[in-house]
């Protein structure tokens, strides 16, 4: 096995806990959640993703299908990242190493979204050798064209990076560009830092 010299993140559920992600707006606008974080956003997830239309041009489709008549003048990305919780556990293991390695992102995110989440340290700061968005590509993963940008980006031959990724489908879309990869496991937060930690630092 190639020795590792590039390491991509995830965001969601990596870096930032967003299970809570639209709760604060179907409470204040008595929305069922299901209905926003279901069935409107399976509805929208693709356009948004790829950065055809922005978070608030998804709010407001929200409020056209579902006839909400106030939130007109809801900043609605400010109040979705409200929802949102940064992962303390990876943070460290990041800046820990980027001691060691290159470092990068990639993530399927939404128009604004990534410079409001560096602004409010949902995602640390550090020497990101590589940042590669959705939403500025207009491919999102699993597809192979955003691994293609982020592999030319990285510098690095593909069997040189390592994917920590949460979801398995996007796990095997890095396997099968030639990627090295871990499954992390959310819910088992301090084991998949426990295991990554030894991977790669011991």
């Known amino acids: 096995m190639a020795k590792i010299k590039f390491i991509y993140f995830d965001i969601g559920n990596i870096l930032v806990d967003w299970t809570n992600a639209f709760k604060t707006v179907s409470k204040k606008f008595h929305i069922p959640f299901s209905k ?3 069935n409107e956003w399976n509805k929208y ?5 790829r950065g055809k239309i922005t978070p608030q041009e998804f709010w ?3 409020r056209q299908d579902l006839k909400v008549k106030d939130g007109g003048d809801l900043d609605f990305l400010e109040n979705w990242i409200g929802d949102y919780k940064p992962i303390k556990e990876t943070h460290k293991l990041l800046k820990t190493l ?3 390695y290159k470092v990068g992102l990639i993530t399927n995110l939404y128009i604004g979204m990534f410079q409001k989440l560096l602004e409010k340290k949902l995602i640390p700061k550090a020497k990101y050798s590589a940042i590669v968005i959705s939403c500025e590509t207009g491919f999102r993963k699993p597809e192979k064209e955003i691994y293609n940008i982020a592999t030319e980006k990285s510098g690095v031959k ?3 990076i390592l994917l920590i990724d949460d979801r398995k489908d996007f796990v095997e879309g890095a396997k ?3 990627w090295q990869t871990f ?4 819910k088992n937060l301090k084991i998949s830092v426990k295991k990554l930690s030894s991977k790669l630092l011991d």
Do not use: H, Q, S, Y
Not at 45 to 49: A, K, P
Not at 183 to 186: E, G, S, V
């Open 183 to 186: 499954l992390f496991n959310t």
């Open 98 to 100: 980027e001691k060691n």
């Open 158 to 160: 593909p069997e040189e």
């Open 176 to 178: 099968k560009m030639g």
């Open 45 to 49: 997830d693709d356009e948004i993703t």
């Open 36 to 38: 926003i974080a279901i």
């Open 60 to 62: 407001n489709k929200v």
